[in-house]
């Protein structure tokens, strides 16, 4: 029901920026708990955040804590993830998920994924 589609990704140096974007189809965007998550090349998808439905509750991964950002835009439907301070170990495939009432850090608790879009840092 839900189609998410994911953009922003890219190549970047250590150090550098990047802002993800995962539009939203459908009317019901703004009920939805929103997650991102990462996978790299060889390992398991990991959690990097996840927003409540109004943007009130974000949590993060230790991992990016301080350098990323989680925010949504419900009149856009629309979540961003920003990227700062980027390091090699971000490499990685970047998914939103979309479908829990409340954020949660486990894939399974989600319904609907983006298609994925690759973020690669260099160093």
């Known amino acids: 029901q839900e189609q998410l589609i994911e953009s922003g990704g890219g190549l970047v140096q250590a150090g550098g920026s990047l802002r993800l974007s995962c539009a939203a189809s459908?009317?019901?965007?703004?009920?939805?708990?929103m997650g991102w998550f990462r996978q790299a090349r060889g390992k398991e998808r990991e959690f990097v955040g996840a927003?409540?439905?109004?943007?009130?509750?974000?949590y993060y991964a230790d991992s990016v804590k301080g350098r990323f950002t989680i925010s949504r835009d419900n009149a856009k439907n629309t979540v961003y993830l920003q990227m700062n301070s980027l390091k090699p170990e971000d490499t990685a495939v970047y998914y939103c998920?979309?479908?829990?009432?409340?954020?949660?850090?486990?894939?399974?608790?989600?319904?609907?994924w983006g298609q994925g879009t690759q973020v690669t840092v260099s160093s």
């Open positions: 927003i409540n439905w109004s943007g009130s509750r974000i």
């Open positions: 998920a979309a479908g829990s009432i409340y954020p949660s850090a486990t894939t399974d608790e989600y319904d609907y």
């Open positions: 459908g009317r019901t965007f703004s009920s939805y708990a």
